[in-house]
């Protein structure tokens, strides 16, 4: 049974451009949770999918968007990237009601 | 607004010795506490979950407590080892399955 898995591991990209990341939940889980973690600190919540449909969402400004696909899988889209998004991004799945998150291996994003 | 913070931010301890990691937060109204493992430039690994309503879990050589009133949770390491170096990070949530995390411990165990 494969993890949660994301793609790609490491991704360089220069100010303005727009990146998208993907991430593909565990097998059985139909809940995404994506969190931005900058260098030296914890994971911040930025938005969570369901059916489809954005949950809810952190602090984060709308260049952050995403998406959930019919098979659960989901996209983070991030437009006119700033030196400040260079962080690790996580995606995150679960099953509703069932506590434990499990994590992605997460992408690496480098912002120049 | 719920904050989580984790002392100390850096533990160097030789090997076989006993620790104990520290975690605080602000809002006692939580669902769950978890402590995780991130080894560096890593995802995540979920180590242990405590629910409101328990006082503490274990697995293995850790041993994790709650004291929801005070806004506490510790974690304690027996018998340390090399391969227990990584960063340990506290997270709770608040019954909207967002995880609100702590900046982590970055522990360092010595041969």
């Known amino acids: 049974d494969a993890g949660v898995t994301q793609s790609p591991t490491h991704l360089i990209k220069t100010r303005g451009q727009q990146v998208t990341l993907r991430c593909s939940p565990k097998s059985g889980h139909d809940t995404v949770s994506w969190y931005q973690q900058a260098l030296g600190q914890g994971p911040q919540f930025i938005f969570q999918?369901?059916?489809?449909?954005?949950?809810q969402r952190g602090n984060f400004p709308d260049r952050f968007s995403g998406h959930q696909f019919p098979n659960y899988s989901s996209e983070l889209n991030v437009n006119a990237l700033l030196l400040g998004d260079s962080a690790l991004y996580l995606c995150?799945?679960?099953?509703?009601?069932?506590?434990?998150?499990?994590f992605g291996p997460g992408t690496r994003l480098l912002v120049l | 607004k719920q904050e989580v913070t984790q002392i100390p931010a850096a533990l160097s301890v030789p090997e076989g010795e006993n620790l104990v990691l520290n975690c605080s937060f602000t809002?006692?109204?939580?669902?769950?506490l978890q402590w995780f493992r991130q080894d560096p430039g890593k995802g995540l690994t979920s180590l242990l979950l405590i629910q409101s309503s328990q006082r503490e879990q274990t697995s293995g050589r850790l041993n994790a407590s709650l004291d929801k009133s005070s806004g506490r949770s510790t974690l304690y390491i027996a018998a340390s080892q090399p391969g227990d170096s990584a960063t340990y990070l506290c997270a709770v949530e608040g019954g909207s399955e967002k995880l609100v995390f702590g900046k982590g411990t970055k522990l360092t165990v010595n041969p």
């Open positions: 809002d006692s109204a939580i669902y769950n």
């Open positions: 995150a799945s679960s099953r509703p009601a069932q506590e434990t998150q499990y």
């Open positions: 999918y369901y059916e489809e449909e954005e949950r």
